[in-house]
């Protein structure tokens, strides 16, 4: 079978979808297979698409990295 590579027009409608926001600043689309994503106003960076599980692992590495750096950086 092969992979689903959504087109322009379909990246631009999820993006736009409010239901694939939550809290208006969380990206989770499980149809979307990207694990970054440009963020709601698009010129302010990435963020993570929830709905893809790997994005979970990252989440939760970059705030490990940040608590031993608080706790253990001085």
Request: no cysteine; aromatic share 16%; hydrophobic share 45%.
């Amino acid at each position: 079978m092969k992979n689903f590579e959504p087109d322009e027009e379909t990246l631009n409608r999820w993006h736009r979808d409010p239901n694939n926001w939550r809290w208006g600043f969380i990206y989770y689309n499980p149809e979307d297979k990207r694990i970054l994503v440009l963020k709601r106003l698009k010129w302010t960076g990435m963020t993570l698409n929830f709905a893809h599980r790997v994005s979970h692992l990252i989440f939760f590495l970059i705030l490990l990295m940040i608590i031993l750096l608080v706790r253990f950086g001085h």
